[in-house]
Structures are given as structure tokens and as C-alpha cells.
């Protein structure tokens, strides 16, 4: 094994090294922010509120790089050519996908947040609004109230759940804001970290991807040689 071919080896080791420290890195933060954002209970049943959508992303992502780069380090201290080339093809599709992602993010954001509102309103129009409803689970997570204000209830002739007040709620001073806006601003700076996250994460990968092919090359041509 030549020097040149060596140098690429350890090079991709300890860039894979790097990179699923990283995806660790993520992962934790995933969990640590869906710990904090808690989960709703409807019913009797628990479930994550619609905001814990970004970290449970975060936390699928961070796996998968984790994953990919661990067969890279692999591929490159045991200088297997299969392994390097997996490896390869499948920082190749996480590539594609997450240019998708990231150009799907930039060139239509005002269909995501509209996307992103839809959910609030569809919730509000399946659920009763009622204590203890799908909806009254929702205000408590975002601390928010109604789909657009707490005029929403007022409309529809119903009394406000303690949900929707930071206090008393014969005091309108406390009444919170709609959950709607709320969730599209809370997605949407969401959405803005993952667009800038995802174009850095592009172009490591990348670097990586050029990486394993001149491995995977260099040992193929290694190995053919030494076979004459």
C-alpha cells in the first residue's frame, strides 16, 4: 500500500471518527429538546405534541450519519473495497435526499408554514376543544389558545379550558395567543436551523464521499496489481 492510498485511509478513519461524534452530539440534543418539550396525554393515551416533529427528525438523522459513518471507519481500517463502497453509495442517497430537503426547505417555505398551520386548524376542527381534548393537550405544550385567538372559542360559544390562560382566565390580560402562529413561528425558525445544518452537512459529506472513492480506486488498483 502506497503512501498516498495510507494517507486517504486514516484520513477517512478519523473524518468518519469526527462525523459520528457529531451525529452522537445530535442525537443527544434531539432527546434532550424532546424531553423538554414533553409529551401530551388525550385520553388516556401518551403521545408526542405536533412540535417535537424537529427533534424526533434530528434524532433519525443523527442515526442514520452515525450508521453510514460507522461502516466508513470500518471500510477504511479494514481497507475493504465492498465496505468503502457501500459506505459510498450510501452517503450518496443521504446527499441527494438532503439537497432535496434543503432546496424543498428554501424554495417553498411559505407552502411549509401554510403546511404547518393546516395542522394546527385541522386539529381545532376534528377535536372539540373541550378540557382534557386533543386540542386542550396541544395548548398546553405551546402554551396557546384557540387555532388563530381566544376569540375562537368565543365563536363557537364555548368556554375557555384553563389551558388557555397563563393565570386566571377571567382576566383577558392573560389570555395566550393562537396556537396556529405560534406553531408556524416555532416550525419556522425550525425549518431555518435545518436549511443552514443541512447545506454544512452537504458539504462534509461530500468531502467524505470523495474521500471513499479514492479509497475504494486506490485499493481496487492495489489489489489487482498484487494479483499478477
Known amino acids: 500500500m502506497d503512501c498516498g492510498t495510507s494517507m486517504v485511509k486514516y484520513i477517512l478513519f478519523i473524518f468518519n471518527t469526527i462525523v459520528s461524534v457529531i451525529g452522537i452530539l445530535g442525537i443527544v440534543y434531539g432527546v434532550l429538546i424532546l424531553k423538554s418539550i414533553g409529551t401530551i396525554e ?26 453510514i459513518s460507522f461502516l466508513g471507519c470500518c471500510g477504511a481500517i479494514r481497507e475493504s ?12 442517497i443521504l446527499l441527494i435526499l438532503q439537497l ?3 432546496v424543498l426547505l ?7 408554514e401554510d403546511a404547518m398551520g393546516n395542522v394546527i386548524e385541522n386539529a381545532w376542527k376534528s377535536d372539540t376543544a373541550q378540557e382534557g381534548g386533543v386540542f386542550d393537550a396541544i395548548q398546553k405544550s405551546l402554551h396557546c389558545c384557540g387555532s388563530s385567538s381566544a376569540l375562537d ?7 375557555m379550558p384553563p389551558s388557555c390562560c397563563s393565570g386566571s382566565c377571567l382576566n383577558p390580560i392573560n389570555y395566550y395567543g393562537g396556537c396556529r402562529g405560534k406553531f408556524v413561528d416555532l416550525m419556522s425558525a425550525g425549518s431555518d436551523n435545518a436549511r443552514y445544518v443541512g447545506i454544512g452537512l452537504i458539504a462534509v ?3 467524505g464521499f470523495i474521500f ?4 475504494a480506486n486506490n485499493v481496487r488498483n492495489y489489489k489487482r496489481r498484487n494479483a499478477y
Open 100 to 102: 432535496t430537503l434543503v
Open 153 to 159: 372559542y368565543l365563536a363557537k360559544g364555548q368556554t
Open 106 to 112: 428554501f424554495t417553498n417555505k411559505d407552502k411549509f
Open 212 to 215: 471513499a472513492c479514492c479509497l
Open 81 to 92: 473495497v465492498c465496505m468503502t463502497m457501500s459506505y459510498a453509495v450510501f452517503l450518496l
Open 42 to 67: 388525550v385520553n388516556g393515551q401518551v403521545g408526542f405534541p405536533p412540535q417535537a416533529l424537529m427533534p424526533i427528525v434530528l434524532i433519525s438523522l443523527g442515526s442514520i450519519v452515525v450508521f
Open 205 to 207: 459529506e461530500l468531502i
